[in-house]
């Protein structure tokens, strides 16, 4: 065990001081799909192949008997992650693979390169699972877009899916408690498995940031909406094939513009669109965290800036208060001073979200 312990704290130092900044040469075209393996429509080999380097099967019992328009809704909203979350990964793993500048790794490089191009694979068999779920119910497959991702080097990369990991663990909470209210029950356990290979993800995301492996003892929760909304920023706009087919709402951008965010009482400054804001009186909005599986804190803005293309502003973030560790989730809300869930905020939201990390 001690052997264990001492060859993760040399991987975690080598791969935190790999060498910054690299261009993405794997889609330049913003392109990502099919992949060399068939992907997302494999050929039955191609899929045994995937299983193989996923290190299991996809679930061979039957399906329930029918399926509710919200868990319709559901199964599109995590095929649409899953062929995202491919995307990314695949880019990752291509990186990291050739070793492009920022992606070299040193001492752990093919630990990491392993473990990464498993991940892809499990996240081939997530969608390939709900994908062939909507074609059983008789639903249209959802399709690829084309992406673009903000990251030039390792270390961004994994804070990014760790982030994008905090805000999948929350939505599938969502997801789970809508198939149990909606007579979908029979698909609550396997979303279930999912939700703990992404938090094995997530600990490994974690791992290699050097933070502690678990962030919180009970994770933030989230909505579908938001996660639809943070999907499309990863997407070129226009090109999502059957996107409108899926019944949520899309909040206008919310930019977190604090950085290195530490855990300590604070005002977090936030901006949105000059033209955007323009449409509302500001006055009346409200900055809402998420936190956990807490009551949303609802807060003033304060110190307004109204810049040539973007409105800037702050809020309190009351961490001693609450202890807002790991993800919280911000939403600029109006309507209401109070809400008693993540999804009332959501109901209430017009910009949104903004995704806070705070270790």
Do not use: W
Not at 30 to 59: C, K, R
Not at 102 to 119: A, F, N, P
Not at 167 to 195: C, H, K, M, P, Y
């Amino acid at each position: 065990m001690r052997s264990s312990i001492v060859y993760s704290a040399a991987l975690v130092a080598s791969i935190v001081s790999a060498a910054p900044t690299g261009k993405r040469d794997f889609s330049p075209d913003n392109v990502y799909f099919p992949l060399a393996n068939g992907f997302p429509n494999p050929s039955q080999d191609q899929t045994l192949q995937i299983q193989i380097e996923g290190h299991g099967t996809l679930p061979n019992g039957p399906p329930p008997p029918t399926l509710s328009p919200e868990g319709v809704t559901n199964l599109q909203l995590i095929a649409l992650n899953e062929l995202f979350e491919v995307a990314y990964f695949t880019e990752l793993v291509y990186n990291v693979t050739n070793k492009v500048k920022g992606y070299d790794l040193g001492y752990g490089h093919e630990y990491v390169l392993d473990s990464l191009k498993s991940i892809v694979a499990q996240e081939q068999l997530h969608l390939l699972n709900a994908n062939g779920a909507l074609k059983h119910f008789n639903q249209v497959p959802i399709q690829p877009c084309k992406y673009s991702f903000p990251v030039t080097d390792f270390q961004s990369a994994i804070a990014l899916a760790g982030t994008f990991t905090d805000l999948v663990l929350g939505t599938l909470q969502d997801v789970n408690q809508i198939f149990a209210q909606s007579g979908d029950a029979g698909l609550v356990r396997a979303v279930s498995s999912v939700i703990g290979n992404e938090a094995e993800q997530e600990g490994f995301y974690r791992l290699v940031q050097k933070k502690r492996p678990s962030a919180q003892p009970f994770l933030t929760t989230a909505t579908r909406d938001f996660a639809f909304t943070a999907i499309q920023s990863f997407t070129l706009p226009g090109s999502c094939p059957n996107i409108a087919t899926i019944k949520l709402k899309t909040f206008k951008p919310l930019n977190v513009e604090s950085t290195n965010i530490k855990p300590v009482t604070q005002n977090i400054k936030f901006s949105i669109s000059k033209a955007d804001a323009g449409l509302y009186q500001l006055d009346a909005f409200r900055v809402v965290f998420i936190n956990a599986q807490n009551v949303p804190v609802v807060k003033r803005l304060a110190n307004v800036q109204m810049g040539a293309d973007k409105t800037t502003f702050e809020a309190a973030f009351p961490y001693d208060e609450f202890l807002m560790d790991g993800l919280t989730i911000a939403a600029v809300t109006q309507g209401k001073d109070s809400f008693a869930s993540a999804n009332e905020v959501a109901d209430a939201a017009v910009f949104g979200p903004g995704l806070i990390e705070v270790d």
